[in-house]
């Protein structure tokens, strides 16, 4: 692209010149519009693949849980109580498998998490008694801010 300018700006005149720079800035700002509008389609893709793997998961995983526990109580019935909190377990594992997956997903696709919301409120909780320490203002009541 640099080359192109350069033999045109020795061979025609300034507003050849600026032609090809707005049209240049103009395919620029094309490529940019398609890169975003790219990046949105495949977030919200991989948004769908993972919702439709979890719900895969999670019929294969209460497949599982179901065939399992079934076999424990006709096999183990004197001992129900502890199969049950066996299966139980297995289960809050699993679910926080897809958990963490989920988490990650959301992370990747750049969605803040509670902590990140509740660590940014503090931050602004603090910035606001500063300012007003260092303003001299009082903070406002509760009823006078409903208003």
Known sequence: MAKKLKALANRAGERE?????????????????????????????????????????EGRTRKLAEGAMSEMTSRFSKQTGKATARATA????????????VERALGRLGVPTNRDIQALAKRVETLTASVQKLTGARQPRAAARKR
């Open 17 to 57: 010149l600026a032609a090809t720079v707005r049209d240049s800035a103009q395919q620029i700002w094309l490529a940019g519009l398609g890169a975003f509008s790219k990046t949105q389609e495949e977030g919200a893709k991989v948004f769908e693949a993972l919702v439709k793997e979890g719900k895969n998961l």
């Open 90 to 101: 297995t289960w809050d594992k699993l679910e926080q498998v897809f958990e963490d997956r």
